[in-house]
């Protein structure tokens, strides 16, 4: 189904890869967060992160936008490279869409104000075309009507729709998740992960931290498992699952599949 | 309530027992309100009969008679006519005008300092960081009537008489007596600066009004702020150049021993204004920190992630969030800075205390009438300020559900 339309679309691409990290390093302080991260991430492809509690999975996707400096090492992101440079930064960021755990909507404006604030500022559009862009995503999220409202007044899994449809609304290449179902009540994790599900199948590049793992076998192309700061296993999902290599890797899977 | 029969406990259900009189909250509750309140009736009537038989016993007529009797004694700064003889009614209308000119310039002055402190104390720049950190805890931490006293004698009091003037730009100068200001005299033809400048400042509003919508139709911005600049001061500037330049300065100029003409600003209300807005000000910035870090650092981060510059994050993000936080102890800071006016006292500024609850309460005797118009004035103020800020926290800061 999707898958070949993934693999052209990677074909096409080449190998160059949308995200590409080599011999990242990151300290908080004394404390050695990320040791030697190596990763390429091809166009179209879906990573999915897990690992205890502490391990770094946050830091490192929040090294992708910049919300969290690297040391050493280089992270290119669509051909550009993470420096302190700011045009860089800024370039960056508008070509990547991150998701919340705590899905950290506006709570002062209202969800159509929340989705059109930064394609006006950032990219300039118009209001009208804002919106019809805003509109039309909170129609392929499903919330279609609540538009007016805001924020506090949806529930949870509302919230991170919304939230979804607000990093879609910046047309990004690569969508960043964090967790992006672990503040919700099991009944809104599914339409929430539906929505992922399609976005996935519609071809985006996508790096999401998500201990799901029945979502991870369905849309991931690689599962990564992180511990103290270093990917330990990376390997597509069938033998991930049914064939982890360490030992780190067997005893976090045997916790969280027992549960 | 009906008894069932799907519940084991056999028997009819009798209703709980409702507790002795003395148990129950409602009864309790209004016991106690009873109680309140005929304890401060009682104080009330003993405080009244007190003062009335106080006042009979010396003879002191009560009213407001005194009102319309001339009150022989000067003040020395008055924005309405005023000499000693004026009514005693004029000196309360004097000096409460001087009360509110010090609270309004005062309460923007902190307002603006206060803002830029709190925001730079949570600056990236170190150094602006650490300034802004200082200033905070130097200026709340000294009392403010040793302030006052700093500014007012130790500064002020300091400068070199008329003779030495410090020489300021324009004509203005500084000295022991105070700040000396060239006064604008309008000529004919001024008038029509005036109406230029009207007419762009009603233009730049159109044009903000015009960019607004376009941005929002089109998403290209326009870069109002020049243009309201231009409006605002090149046009009126054109018009008094094409006219001759119709305005004269009257330059305040040594006589004797002081100087004449121009508009004095005297030692005492500068002394004033900037003890008075440099403290409130150390408060306010404690204010607006604690309304930023109050904001969750997960909105700057989305607000980061969608590619919002820091000064865009701050505008539209953090700030209006912040308000929220802000504005209820902002209002009590501005309550402050206007009750605390009353410091002026000291240092012999003619504000609303000094003058009418200090020297025409000393001179007519009627400390009744005198202290309660006090009161009324302070709570008049208060109030009036408090449902301004309840107004614009209702409909511009806080527009959330
Ligand atoms: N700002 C910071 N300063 C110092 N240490 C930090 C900071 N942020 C995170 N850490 C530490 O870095 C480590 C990795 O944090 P990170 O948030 O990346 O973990 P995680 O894998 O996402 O964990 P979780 O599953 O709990 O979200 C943790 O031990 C955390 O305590
Ligand atoms: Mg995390």
């Known amino acids: 189904m999707a898958d070949t339309s993934r693999q052209q679309l990677r074909r096409a691409h080449g190998a160059a890869g949308a995200i590409v990290l080599s011999g990242v390093h990151k300290w908080y302080g004394e404390f050695h967060v990320l040791r030697d991260i190596n990763l390429t991430v091809k166009d179209g492809e879906k990573i999915v992160i897990c690992g205890p509690s502490g391990s770094g999975k946050s830091t490192l996707i929040r090294c992708i936008n910049r919300l969290e400096e690297h040391q050493q090492g280089q992270i290119v992101v669509d051909g550009i490279e993470l420096t302190s440079d700011l045009r860089n930064i800024d370039k960056i960021r508008a070509e990547v869409g991150m998701v919340f755990q705590s899905f950290n909507l506006f709570p002062h404006l209202t969800v159509l104000d929340n989705l059109c604030l930064a394609p006006v500022w950032v990219k300039k559009k118009s209001r009208a075309e804002a919106e019809k862009t805003a509109r039309m995503y909170l129609e392929r999220v499903k919330i279609p009507e609540q538009a007016l409202k805001y924020p506090g007044q949806l529930s949870g899994g509302q919230q991170q729709r919304v939230a979804i449809a607000r990093a879609l ?33 519609s071809g985006m590049t996508m790096m999401c931290v ?21 990917i330990v296993e990376m390997a597509p999902p069938g033998e991930f699952f049914s064939n982890p290599k360490s030992d780190r890797t067997k005893h976090f899977l045997s916790q969280i599949l027992n549960h | 309530m009906t008894a069932t029969t799907n519940r084991p406990a056999p028997g009819p259900i009798t209703p709980p027992a409702k507790p002795n009189l003395l148990y129950r909250p409602e009864f309790r509750q209004a016991v106690y309100q009873v109680l309140l309140v005929v304890c401060l009736l009682f104080a009330f009537w003993t405080i009244a009969n007190n003062v009335a038989d106080n006042l009979a016993r010396q003879n002191i007529a009560s009213g407001f008679g005194f009102w319309n009797r001339t009150s022989g004694f000067d003040i020395s700064q008055s924005l309405i006519p005023y000499s000693n003889q004026s009514t005693y009614g004029q000196a309360f209308w004097a000096g409460l005008l001087n009360t509110l000119l010090v609270a309004v310039i005062g309460i923007v002055f902190a307002t603006v300092l206060g803002f830029l402190v709190g925001i730079g104390r949570l600056s990236s720049n170190w150094l602006i960081a650490r300034i802004c950190g200082a200033y905070v805890e130097l200026l709340r931490n000294v009392p403010l009537l040793l302030q006052l006293f700093f500014w007012y004698f130790a500064v002020l009091k300091n400068l070199p008489g008329p003779r030495q003037s410090i020489a300021l730009p324009f004509g ?69 150049i094409a006219l001759g330049q119709p305005l004269s300065f009257q330059y305040p100029v040594l006589r004797g021993f002081n100087f004449q003409g121009g508009i004095a600003v005297l030692p005492e209300l500068m002394a004033l204004l900037v003890g008075l807005s440099t403290y409130t000000a150390s408060f306010i910035a404690e204010i607006v920190r604690a309304g930023i870090a109050g904001v969750p650092r997960g909105q700057r981060e989305a607000a980061n992630a969608l590619g919002l510059s820091s000064g865009l994050t701050m505008r539209l993000v953090i700030l209006p969030q912040a308000l929220r936080i802000i504005i209820p102890p902002l209002t009590s800071q501005y309550l402050n800075l206007t009750k605390n006016s009353s410091l002026a006292v000291a240092i012999g500024y003619p504000d609303f205390v000094s003058v009418f609850t200090g020297t025409v309460l000393n001179q007519t005797g009627q400390a009744v009438e005198v202290i309660l118009l006090t009161m009324l004035v302070f709570l008049t103020i208060s109030l009036i300020t408090s449902a301004f800020m309840n107004w614009f926290n209702k409909h511009i800061a806080l527009v959330e559900r």
């Open chain 2, 172 to 240: 203005a100068s500084l000295n022991v007596r105070g700040l000396y200001l060239p006064a604008p005299v309008p000529e004919p033809g001024f008038g029509a600066v005036l109406t230029a400048l009207g007419i762009g400042i009603v233009l730049s509003i159109a044009v903000a009004i015009w960019a607004r919508r376009r941005q929002r139709a089109t998403g290209e911005r326009f870069p109002v702020l020049w243009t309201t600049l231009a409006l605002v001061l090149l046009l009126p500037g054109a018009v008094y």
């Open chain 1, 169 to 201: 609304c910046m047309n990004p290449n690569i969508m960043l998740f964090d967790e992006p179902t672990s503040a919700l009540d099991p009944e809104m994790i599914k339409e929430v992960l539906d929505v992922m599900i399609e976005l996935a199948n």
């Open chain 1, 210 to 230: 998500t201990h799901e793992m029945a979502f991870a076998r369905s849309v991931a192309d690689r599962v990564i498992f992180m511990d103290r700061g270093e």
